[in-house]
């Protein structure tokens, strides 16, 4: 059986959770995607697809998910992505 050390899954967390903030936040602005006739699951599926696609090839993010500055990054990526959107 394998082992997932609490470590491992923090890494995990802070190598998809900080693309996913802006991906969602471009989804919910996008001109076709922000309609309301566009599920929200369908949204939400959508987002973690394309996170799931292309943060394997985005370079590693050494903030740790659970502190202060890590807030003011979860701002920076939101704008980032309503910006994009």
């Known amino acids: 059986m394998m082992q997932v050390t609490s470590d491992q899954w923090l890494s ?3 190598l998809y959770f900080w693309p996913l ?3 969602l936040a471009l ?3 996008a001109p076709i995607l922000s309609e309301r006739s566009v599920p929200k699951r ?3 599926g ?3 697809m394309i996170t799931f696609a292309i ?3 985005l370079p590693a993010n050494d903030v740790p998910v659970f502190s202060f500055f890590a807030l003011w990054l979860a701002v920076q990526q939101i704008l980032i992505g ?4």
Not at 82 to 85: K, Q, V
């Open 12 to 14: 995990w967390l802070s």
């Open 82 to 85: 309503i910006a994009l959107g």
């Open 21 to 23: 903030l802006r991906v």
């Open 27 to 29: 989804i919910s602005t």
């Open 42 to 44: 369908v949204k939400l």
């Open 46 to 48: 959508l987002a973690m």
């Open 55 to 57: 943060a394997p090839s």
